[in-house]
């Protein structure tokens, strides 16, 4: 059965291959290591979420993103200057195995740095880690520790919850960008208007 776990817990368990529930500046996230591919296979399973639906990737800052083959579009690099850290996930193209890794099928991968120090702390330990938010596919996401222990109290769902506070509960916009153009994937925190100024 899941678990209330700190911060050094958190980080030895992803490490290990763990799936952990982590507070976000938006929401509860599901969370695995990039570096443990079966991990962030759990974690569709767990959500019973598509494999087909990718999953982002939350980094501790851009030269994360770069060490992963990424080639950072200047529409990008803009939009992460002015909203990073905060509720923006900038979907970009990315190596082919990365992709397959998370579940895309066009070689492309949203990212994020979220506003929020404990998880912060966390991907500076791990590095970048696989996080969807914290519910079954289709269901509202969870917003406190209480409800992931409610949500996913089957055993062996999850290996842990990390225990702290998520933000305001609007999940993150998302944004795909080239080098000549850019839409809005899904509709969040940030509006097309804030997006398009910084875009000018």
């Known amino acids: 059965m899941s678990q209330l776990v700190d ?26 290591s990039l570096d443990h591919p079966q991990a962030v296979q759990r974690i569709f399973e767990i959500k019973r979420r598509p494999t087909t639906t990718a999953l982002p990737i939350l980094v501790d800052s851009l030269t994360s993103i770069e060490r992963l083959g990424v080639n950072w579009p200047a529409q990008a690099q803009r939009l992460s200057e002015r909203f990073w850290p ?25 990212f994020r740095i979220p506003d929020h120090q404990l998880v912060g ?3 500076i330990e ?22 992931v222990l409610d949500t996913f109290a089957g055993p062996d769902e999850l290996d842990g919850v990390l225990d702290g506070a998520a933000g305001a509960g609007e999940v993150s916009t998302v944004v795909e960008v080239d080098d000549s153009s850019w839409r809005i994937v899904r509709q969040g925190a940030l509006s097309a208007d804030e997006l398009a100024l910084a875009l000018e």
Do not use: M
């Open 126 to 147: 791990v590095g970048p880690l696989a996080v969807s938010s914290a519910n079954q596919h289709g269901a509202p996401p969870c917003r406190s520790a209480g409800e």
């Open 121 to 123: 702390d966390v991907l």
């Open 86 to 110: 905060g509720a923006l996930t900038i979907v970009v193209g990315v190596p082919h195995e990365l992709a397959a890794l998370v579940g895309s099928t066009s070689d492309t991968a949203g």
């Open 7 to 32: 911060r050094h817990e958190t980080v030895r368990l992803l490490h290990g291959g763990g799936v952990v529930a982590v507070p976000t500046d938006t929401v509860y996230g599901l969370a695995a």
